[in-house]
């Protein structure tokens, strides 16, 4: 069983930035981000492979958000900058003990094991 707990969530103007973190209680192959604003889906952020580095994006946040871990804490955070509106959302950790092959389609599978319970990202116009 793997902990996560994330923070740093909160209101922005747009154009603004901020910094999400988790904490894993254990050290984990793939960690990813993922967000779901009220009446819409799920959907897959980012995505990192632990011991590689490897990272993965969705098309929405390339360019502006930055997915980064600390294995020797942890830790996985996502930075995000240039925040628009529409990145309103409730935004998850999620883990599992996959391989890199899985771990780069895990935006779409989101079959991921362990989830946190949320942090939430306002972004004002």
């Known amino acids: 069983q793997v902990h996560l707990v994330e923070s740093g969530g909160g209101s922005v103007q747009a154009g603004g930035s901020l910094r999400l973190s988790c904490a894993a209680s254990a050290y984990i192959t793939c960690l990813g981000w993922f967000r779901q604003a009220p009446g819409k889906e799920r959907e897959g952020v980012a995505a990192?492979?632990?011991?590689?580095?490897?990272?993965y994006y969705a098309d929405s946040v390339k360019g502006r958000f930055t997915i980064s871990r600390d294995t020797a804490v942890n830790t996985v955070s996502l930075q995000m900058n240039s925040l628009k509106p529409e990145d309103t959302a409730l935004y998850y950790c999620?883990?599992?003990?996959?391989?890199?092959?899985?771990?780069?389609?895990?935006?779409?599978?989101?079959?991921?094991?362990?989830w946190g319970q949320g942090t939430q990202v306002t972004v004002s116009s």
């Open positions: 999620a883990a599992r003990a996959a391989s890199r092959s899985w771990c780069a389609a895990s935006l779409l599978l989101q079959d991921f094991a362990y």
């Open positions: 990192i492979y632990a011991g590689s580095g490897y990272t």
